[in-house]
């Protein structure tokens, strides 16, 4: 079968998302019809296996709808009671340094948000608080784009491998994910300190960055250890409780001066006084969320095997797990209501309000997930299939360098690590089987490669520049955020070729 006509859906969906005016949403659209016709005209695929196909992409969609409904509305509620703007406060007193205030505020809360609203919602809350304590607007951006990164693998209760692996064997793909990011996440809180040192006087640069790699160091392994020892009890939990355990021990290290660089770096234009006496810490706003945390892991223990199938033709079928995150989402906010005693208007009005943002993910998620699966179909019978035609030559030995970059451009254009998963997820594994490679340790790349594409997400660059008042200057974030990204993957693929090897 000729491989420009199996490649063409992917083609065609990635000409589409070049094109003006065009909405994720609808390229998606436009990429299932045109994915349809093809599979149905040149592989024989039937039209109730293609209504299978559809149907296993819009089950996955009502998966997905619940947990981000739950975690935006979640988020939501936290900043109608006032727990974002404390917690923020907090975080923002901690220190008057300016490398110490980026890494914390960036690295460590923004992993924590990501691990458990994710979508996008980190870099959207952090950038303008970092803006609000005196960050350049840019540079605020820049910090955020790049921190979002590693905890994205295991972003919004794990979304990306539950969703975006969805009808492939995912055993021991989080903790090969979490080891990756344990290495070469590393790099992260030392790229933002590096750019931070960068607004600071050109005289004293070097010297500001050196200083705080310690702490700097400290920081990602006081976040990544606890990552990856979690990762096998759960790939749901990575992202919180590292970040979350990666907090407390900052926090500590802050309060006991450990490894804390001993001058306070500023910005050029900050006030000469800058700092604040300590103040007592209050942990009050952490409460919410590690009561959200002890219901995520009550429903992992008591709900994970308990789950409802249903057949569809074409030997497709799904499985809806009772152990959906976003029902622990609203059973902390109904909980949390005991004592705050919100009015059920506001509630009313909270969901409401949470309901918006997800329209575009429903439609996006639902049919780039229908023309992957339409794709798949295409193998049943004596042809080779779009899938099998498509990872060809992506059978070499450079495959597990080359699986992150795969993952990485998914993210970019798709402003999604879930989509970049559902697109290109199972043509790697079928690259992987065709050479022999382990497919753990592929699909472990493709996730982590899709987490640290969204540093240059195109959707992301553009929400969370809004979010600070900026505008056109996509060109500069990019031509900025490049160097860290491929440094990123680079390591990333090195690490994964020599585990392959």
């Known amino acids: 079968m000729n491989y420009a006509v199996a490649l063409s859906p992917i083609l065609v969906f990635l000409a589409l998302l070049l094109l003006p005016r065009f909405r994720v949403q609808h390229v998606a659209i436009l990429s299932f019809v045109y994915t349809a016709l093809l599979a149905s005209s040149r592989w024989s695929v039937s039209v109730a296996q293609l209504g299978a196909a559809f149907g296993k992409g819009f089950f996955l969609t009502l998966d997905i709808l619940l947990i981000v409904f739950g975690a935006i509305a979640f988020l939501n509620y936290l900043k109608q009671v006032g727990v974002i703007v404390r917690l923020e406060a907090l975080l923002g007193s901690l220190s008057p340094d300016r490398r110490v205030q980026s890494v914390l505020l960036a690295w460590l809360f923004g992993g924590f948000v990501e691990g458990t609203s994710g979508f996008g919602t980190p870099a959207l809350v ?180 308990v789950k409802v199938s249903v057949a569809l033709s074409g030997n497709l079928s799904h499985s809806f797990p009772l152990f959906n995150p976003g029902f622990a989402f609203l059973t902390t906010i109904l909980l949390l209501n005991v004592i705050k005693r919100l009015p059920s208007k506001e509630l009313v009005r909270i969901g409401a309000a949470s309901l918006g943002p997800i329209k575009t993910t429903a439609a996006s998620v639902c049919f780039v997930a229908a023309m992957t699966y339409t794709m798949a179909l295409t193998s049943f019978g004596n042809t080779q299939g779009m899938l099998q035609v498509i990872a060809q030559p992506l059978a070499n030995q450079a495959l597990p ?66 979010s600070v008042g900026m505008s056109n200057q996509e060109t500069a974030l990019l031509r900025r955020l490049a160097l860290p990204c491929l440094l990123y993957l680079a390591l990333s693929g090195l690490v994964g070729q020599l585990l392959c090897s």
């Open 126 to 305: 952090v950038a303008p608080l970092l803006v609000g304590i005196g960050f350049p607007s840019l540079l605020a951006v820049v910090v955020c784009l790049i921190a979002n990164s590693t905890a994205v693998a295991f972003g919004a209760v794990g979304t990306p491998l539950r969703i975006g692996f969805a009808g492939l064997e995912i055993a021991q793909v989080a903790e090969k994910a979490a080891l990756i990011n344990l290495i070469s996440g590393s790099l992260v809180p030392l790229l933002i300190v590096a750019f931070v040192v960068m607004f600071g006087p050109s005289k004293q640069r070097a010297k500001a960055f050196f200083e705080c790699v310690p702490w700097a160091i400290f920081s990602a392994l006081a976040f990544l250890v606890p990552y990856y020892a979690i990762s096998f009890i759960g790939f749901e939990f990575p992202s919180i409780v590292g970040a979350a355990v990666g907090l407390a021990l900052a926090i500590v290290s802050i309060r006991l001066n450990f490894l804390v660089p001993r001058s306070t770096f500023r910005f050029t234009a900050d006030a000469p006084k800058l700092a604040t006496p300590p103040s007592p810490i209050s942990l009050a706003p952490l409460g919410p969320y590690l009561l959200l945390l002890a219901v995520l892991i009550a429903g992992k223990l008591l709900l994970s095997q």
């Open 401 to 466: 360098f080359f699986s992150v970059f795969i993952g990485a451009f998914g993210s970019f254009l798709a402003g999604s690590a879930t989509v970049s998963n559902i697109l290109f997820a199972p043509i790697q594994a079928q690259a992987a089987e065709q050479l022999g490679y382990p497919v753990p340790w592929i699909l472990a790349l493709q996730l982590v490669g899709a987490g640290v594409g969204n540093m240059i997400a195109l959707p992301n660059l553009l929400a969370v520049e809004a």
